[in-house]
């Protein structure tokens, strides 16, 4: 079935059975005002704008994309225009927090149109939705409430730049708690190190067919393929393609110094094209050929 599909921030609110927003292009909602889901809630929805949430007490699951975000300590999340998610609540419907509802022609002529596509956490995969100490919150609640009274203010040549001031300061200091949360969140962090070094030991084992890509290993991992490489930069200071090609040449060398196999047919063994491609990354990461290295056995 296709998702219901919500094209307006106007839209939204009668959706939701709210009093219409007082700027066509931007709202700051109050979860309260929100008493619970319709009756008749769709299986999916897609909204044709930004949204940026901060829910406590949240009795139920919401959806995005194949993956759930998790509530229980309460978090923010952040969701672009066209991507599809679902709520499934109890009837007690009294969470509390707030969302901003951007459509993205707010933004029209500003900086911010172009680097808010840059801020990764809008794809982040459930399990890192972000997580905000009671100071973070504090932090974040303030640039909100400067929204929210700016919104309600009178609308003149200036609101827009000092809205727009403050989404980049709040979406800067999500940034920087993300990038905390890649630090202080190490046990779940190095088991993904942990599961990453196994799929890849099961694909090179398997019956594979070419080098396997950022996003296959993303795809495994339950995670967009931005934020793997993000965090892995943070613990390793690598990149996801960098420990793919880690691994290849962890392979490489048990072939190269346990078989009589050719650098070629080793290449092609391990998914490259052209032996030329392989013979270049294993001079580039060893510092001498694969025959070379070979030789150094012998």
Partial sequence: MLPYKIKTISEFHQFRGLPGPEHPLISVIDFEMIKRLRDDEPESLMNDFYSIVLKRNFNGRIKYGQQEYDFNEGVMLFLSPGQVFSITADQDYQHTGWMILLHPDFLWNSPLAKTIRQYEYFSYAVNEAL???EKEETAITGLVQNIQQEYHSNIDKFSQSVIIAQLELLLT?????YHRQFITRKITNHHILNRLENILSAYFEGDFKGLPTVQYIADELNVSPNYLSGLLKVLSGQSTQQHIHD??????????????LSVSEIAYELGFEHPQSFSKLFKNKMGVTPLEYRQSFN
Avoid: C, D, G
């Fill in 131 to 133: 997580h905000l100490s």
């Fill in 173 to 177: 200091y999500a940034e920087r708690f």
């Fill in 247 to 260: 691994k290849v040449i962890e392979v490489a060398k048990e072939k190269l110094t346990t078989t009589s």
